[in-house]
């Protein structure tokens, strides 16, 4: 275990030290800040409930459960379990570019919620996916460069994620089938006027 952390520790030193500069030193409090988020993230969502049609408004639906599920799983259930303490607390020199509470480290709830939405958004609109997974990698590296989680929280955090975004893709895609069969079902009967 003690090897896993070591290969841990210096993975992070060097996406926190090692490659610091003043662009990303200047950008990563931004992308890694949640509240910067909540705007954009209300506009896709609202654009998919108003423009979005059936398949938007469907996946608005699953926005709310998918990152309901992965966050309370990695906030509420796992980061108590395992009550890992956040590399800027415990490594030396580290540098700390954000205010941070003393909240467990793994798994990262950023790395989930993003690569839930990842996850959903690149089975719902297959052409952007590279998009949608640049943007959970970016904010996923950011939680590393800002100082406040370890790699193998990042890792932890995206498996969960894309778990969760897995998992209820699987249940919508159930539904789906037992609502036509129920629709099938009703066509074949005879009107009974």
Known sequence: MEFLYSIDCSVFLFFNRTVANPFFDFIMPYITEEDYWRIPIAVVWLALVIFGRKKGRITALLVVVILTL?????????????????????????RLLIDQCGSPSFTSSHAANMAAMATLFSVKYRRYTAVFIFIAALVAYSRIYV?????????????????????????????????????????LQPDSR
């Open 70 to 94: 992965s966050d309370q799983l990695s906030s509420a259930v796992i980061k108590p379990w395992v009550n890992r303490v956040r590399p800027c607390f415990v490594v030396e020199g580290v």
């Open 147 to 187: 100082g406040v989680h370890y790699p193998s929280d990042i890792v932890g955090g995206a498996i969960v994620g894309i778990l969760c975004a897995a998992l209820i893709l699987w249940l919508e895609g159930w539904v789906r089938v037992l609502w036509q069969r129920r629709k099938e079902s009703q066509a």
